[in-house]
């Protein structure tokens, strides 16, 4: 695949919801965060911008 096939992430952003909270995830220069270290039930939320278009994936997390 060439450089020009590849999609260009142009911005994101990554969220961790406890209740009706919204905390924004700090993401490293390599895209990764880490999770909170307290217990509870929460629903990641990643937004991803690109020049092929945005997507956005949510999902469950308890921790324990």
Do not use: C, H
Not at 4 to 10: E, G, P
Not at 24 to 31: A, G, I, R, S, T
Not at 33 to 46: C, M, N
């Amino acid at each position: 695949m060439s450089s020009k096939d590849q999609a260009a992430l142009f911005s994101n952003g990554a969220f961790i919801w406890l209740g009706n909270e919204r905390l924004q995830l700090v993401m490293d220069e390599d895209q990764s965060f880490s999770f909170p270290k307290g217990t509870g039930s929460y629903v990641l939320e990643v937004d991803l911008q690109t020049n092929r278009g945005s997507a956005q994936y949510v999902g469950n997390i308890v921790i324990q």
